[in-house]
Every structure is written in structure tokens, then in C-alpha cells.
């Protein structure tokens, strides 16, 4: 057992967070906040320079194929300079998917256009329930004329109007189960019927409503198995909810990191205000909670990178780092005292960050009912005699 | 970064996961702390967990150890696996001889002493009580009074200790006593081992609501032999922090509220109240999974002090800290919870016949406030973490 970071993994962590500090300072964050544009597009194209839209791809398509945990240390990374990009919608959702399900023909024509920064996707799967479980999908795709025709809406599509190509999950099939019967197309963001209706979110990042009516598509849009794509989204989406994990730790890090400087310097009754009992009791919980956060993210991450069973890992985690990258944000807010609730507070974009990202991928009340299906409903793993894993 | 055991490791753990089963009889299961009833039985086992080796897995060979290099990990995973079988209590008398006393002795102690204690220590033929705390002196160890004045070749220990659990049971007190008259706070204090026969020495135990045993320490002109000076004279202090950082990571293991609250999971799979499931309530299911992710959060801090703990040379204090707060944090709270689900079922205690889960909910509602102060206080861990790990300034006047 050992949790130490590797050689390669801390280089990996020390570069990234060098060029971001330097690509993105807080002021810089803070004015990113009035872009018309709804985030800074102007990093995409760093990041691409970077090779990190290719960390979980294979070499084959320009990317550099490392494993989950990787990812989730370098997604802390982007989360300590709140950097909103569009990497879990075109990276770790739609591009994972196409990697996972789609055909030889569509992985050659989509994994190098996004690890290279040409093309953009959305991740158009969670409708009005706004749970990121297979019930969600009510959109449905009917075929006709040797193609398909989408009816429904999707909600809360990050970067749907800034993609270049759509992932739309529909159901081809009514089924009693609702993890059967999906299946995944990816469609030019612009056919015909697609309409987008801006929304404005709290955290920095566009996000629209994706109406779909009567869209007509081609039946070569088909990613994966027809009725049978909630086994590739199934995985696609937990790892992607592990490695945001990191990305939240991040957030709730840095804020973590003012909040203690801030507490160092602000003088008030003759003394830093860090000396006070009560200010280090608050950041000693916070930053345990976010630092058993931080780990639930790795082992999460680590557990499905060794193939074991992950499920209780991730939901755990996704439930825990919500609840604590709040907290943390919060009480980052409420140190910087008045300045903390102002609009030029550097605390803000962390902390409305960190609000968003709970409900990202399913909030922490539903990862919650998660955890209870797997420690009530289930038998136990056997993690620890058959894996050996040491956290019995 | 490896979750799992190497099989070394895991075939170590599965060697003692069998030991508990076959060894620990099962009137020393669920016994959380070391309790005189059980003394000359619970050393039993510890002499055969001591003829396995496994006490000295970490001790150099010249005073009967394994020198293991590996031995943090073998360390970590004999407490962790005691804990993990119920067996507290013999936990932590392996964790006074060994972690505490038996680690800081190899490194501060004179030759003298090492060639004295150390293999009485390894053999398990030797018991300690800690005499640090005393009735007006909690956190604030610094504050203590009771004094050893060097006559000759011997101390004249004199002052009263508090919470000093063991004190009627041991062999000697590993004790914490100002050397230097007139001396304030932190200067002037230094450790000697007093045995615990020494004329003088008047021990009064007495319970607390945990049902554990603790005592009270009186010394009156209690004569104690210069050569029991553990480290240097005058350095008390700086030994102290030695000892109670490695106190801290070994002594208090998650295992003691997670293990619980397992066994509280296990039964409400099956329980009803009244025909209805209670695993069927919405209600139930929410506070169990949110209760669930602050115990990972607690195994994990955990694993992070043992992981740390095998770097070289670095005590993980502040994560030992970290894991005992929140250990702490969830005291009451987990006993609420847990209470709130099992409606009146749960005050049932274990001399009521068909207490569910043999009453442990009323029980561990007691104990919950032995956890918020043993092996210092909620705020002070808190403080250790504030301060040491987050590198806040201390107060000034």
C-alpha cells in the first residue's frame, strides 16, 4: 500500500500547475467572469499545445494514453485557476464515448479532430430529471427511411452552441429496464431541427437547452450498438464523474490556500486573524474534509483504471467532494469578511465554481442514493480479501 | 499510488486476520479499551502475538527485533487488523509497549535502558501506564506540576496524575515530571519511568461512562533511580512531542468508528420495525450513505498517515491529527444517527435480553465522549493541524 504520488505524476502535476499559474491569475479569473463569450476560449488552445486533450487517448490518435488517476490529478490542476474549458463535455464525455463504442471509421475521424483542438463536442444525455442515471433519457429516435428521427429535449448541455458535433443519447427501443434500449448519435451541431436556448448558469460556462424536433439524421450517425449504449456511457460517465472529483478538489484547494493566506496577513484586535482558535478550527475541518476528498477522487479514479468495482468508490466520492468544495469555497468566502461578498471577491468564481460542480454529473443527494443502493441492497465487494485493497 | 496490500502484505494481514480467530477469545472481542477484568487473559494473547515476532517487526536485531524495513506497513496492518477483529483493547497494549514507549526509549533512550526494557518490551513481559495528565493540567500538558528532584542518585518524585489508565495494572509509569525547581511551561520538564511498587505510589482507580477504567495517580516522596531518566534532563518536553506523534498515528485507528457503524449497515439490511424494512425508507437510506462517506473519508486519512509514515524519517502527525479529529467530529453524531434509525430499540443496552445488535448503540453513545478527549481533545488536534500542517500563527498576548 503506498499513496504516494509517482516521479512521473508529480512532474506531471508541477508542470501543469507552473503554466497554469502563469496562463491564469486570479485577477485574470476574475475578468474572464464578463466574456461575452461565457468562458475563456482563448485557453483551449493552450491546453491543446499542452498534449492534455489527449491524456486518456491512445497514442494512434496523438494522444498520450494515461490512466484515469492522471487525468484526475491534472483536472485538480485546471480546478486550482477555476479554469472553465470545454474538457469533460468534449474529452471525458462525447470523445470517450466515441472511443468506447464508436467504429474504427468514426474513432479515425473524431479522437485526432478533438485531441488537436479542431472540433469541439456536447454531451447532449441528461434531460428533465437532471440525474445522470439511464432513466433521464426520454428523447426518443424512431427510424425511418434507413435513418432516425429525434423528438425530445436535453437540459444543462454544456458547450452546446460553441460544439462542432452534438452526442445525442435517445431511446430506440421502449423497455421496462431504462438501461436498455439507448443508443448514441453523433450529429453535426448545426443539422436541421437542432435549436439552442441559452442558458445562463451561476459558474462561468455556457450551458444551453437542446431542443430536438423532428431532427432528421443519417443512420451512419449510429455510435456503438443500436439499444445497447448505456454499457459504453455506463463506465464513460463514472470515470469522467472520478476525474471531475479532481477537478472540484482543486477548486476547493485553492480556495483553501487563500483563505490561509488571507489569514496570515488580515490583522484585527492586534493579531492575524489565523490565530485565532475559532478561524483554526474551521480551516483545520475544511482542509481535512478536503483533503479525504482529494483521496476519494484518487481511489475512485484507481479503482476503475485496475478494473474493480467502482461504483460505491465513485458515488462516494462525488457525494463527498461536493459537500466539501462547498464548504470550503464558503468558508474561503466568509474569512475574507466583507471583501469576501463583494463582486470583485477573488473567492467568487471559486465559489460559485464549486456550487455548479455539485451538481454536475448528479449532486450530492443522488450520488447519496447511489451509495445506499450499494451498501444496502447489494453484496458486499470482498474488495479487501479478493483485491487486497487496504481500505476495509 | 497502490490501494492494495503487496501480497506480502496481504498474506501478513490474512496470517493475523486467522490469529484473531483462532487466539483472541471472545470475551476480549468488542472489550474498545484495556480493562483490569481482562489484564492477565489479554496478556496472554499478547505474548503470543509477541512470540510471533510480530511486536518487533521494526526493532533492530541486537535488542530482539525483526529489523523489518518494511515495518511501519507490518506495524500498521497488526493494529489495523486487531482493530478490525474487535480487539481494541489488545491493540493499544501492543501500541503502549511497542509504538510509544518501545519507539521513543530506541530513540532517545540510553544504552542502559534500551539493553533493560527493550526485550521485556518485545517479549511482552512488561507492562506501562502513560503519566502525563494531571487534575488541573489537560491540553495544557505544559502546565504540569509534579516534580523530581535529584537527591544523589535518585528522584524525589512528588504531585498527583489524572486519567492514568493502567496505573494499577503496570509495571512502571512512563512519566512526565519538571526536573528543574522553579521551572515554568515548557522548561525544566523531562521523563523518567517510576516503578510502579515504589513506596510512595498510591493508585485509586475509577470508572468512566464508557465503562472503562482509569485511574488516579498520587506520589509522595516516591525515591525513583537516576538512571531511569529517559532521553536528556531538562528535554521532557521536546521527548514528549516525540511520543505522543507517534501515540497519535498508532493508537487511535478509525477502525474504532467504522467498525461499528459496519456492523450497524449489516443489521439494517435485514432489520424491521414493526413489519417494515428499514432499509426500505428513503429516509434511512439518505442518513446511512451520507454517514458512510465520512467514514471512507476517515479509512482514508488514515491510510494517508500509514502511507506517510513509511517515508523516511517523517512522523505523519498532522494526518494521525487529522484522522483522530474527525474520528472525534463523528463521535456523537454516528450515535445519533444510528439511535434516530433504531427508534427506542436502540437504548436497549447489552444486559437487556433482545437488544438488537447487543445493545452496542447504547454503549457506543457513552463512549462517544471518551473520544472527543482521549489522546488530546478535539481542539487541540485541531490546533495541531491548524498550526502545524496549515502553518497558522500561534496566539499572542
Redesign the interface.
Known sequence: ??????EE?QMLMDSARGFLEKACPLDKIREWESLPEGYPSHMWPKIVEQGWTGIVYPEEYGGLDLPN?DATLLMREMGRVALSTPFLSTILLSGRAVLEGGSDEQKKDVLPAIVSGERLLSFAFSEANARPNAATVKTTARAEDGGYVLNGSKHFVEFAEQADQILIVARTSDCEDPEQGLTMFLVDANTPGIQYKTLRVMALQPQAKVILDNVRIEADSVVGEVDQAWSVLNPVIQAATAILCGYMTGIAERALDMA?NY??ERVQYE??I????A???Y???A???T???E??A??AA??ID?DMPSRE?VA?AK??VG?ASVEATQLATQLHGGMGATVDARTTPFLKWAKQLQHTLGNS?YH??V??EE???KDPLGLD?K?????? | MDFRFTPEEQAFRMEVRQFIKDEIPDILKGVEEIHSDHIELEMEVVRKIAAKGWLGAAYPKEYGGQGDNNAPMTEYILLDELHLGRAAGISLTCTYLVSIIGNTLLSIGSEDLKQRFIPRILNADIRFAINYSEPDSGNDIASIKTSAILEGDEYVVNGSKRFITCADTSDYLWSLVRTEKGSRRHKGLSIILIKTDSPGITTIPFEMMNGIETCDVIMEDVRVPKENLVGIEGHGWAHLMEALSRERFTMINFKGVSGPFDRFVQWVRTAEIDGERLADDPVTRQKLARQHLDMVGGKLMQLIAASRAMRKDYIPTVEAAASKSWRATLSWGKADMALDIMRNYGLMTEECPGAPIDGLWAAEYCWAGHELSGAGGLDLNRKIIAQQGLGLPRWSN
Open positions: 500500500m503506498n499513496l504516494e504520488f509517482s505524476q488517476i490561509i489569514s496570515k493579531q492575524p489565523g490565530a485565532f482558535q478561524i483554526q478550527n480551516l483545520a475541518t482542509w481535512t474534509k483533503t479525504m476528498g483521496y476519494m484518487y481511489y484507481w479503482l485496475n468508490a462516494t457525494a463527498f459537500y443527494t447519496e442514493t451509495v445506499a451498501i444496502l441492497d480479501v483485491y487486497s485493497v487496504a481500505l476495509t
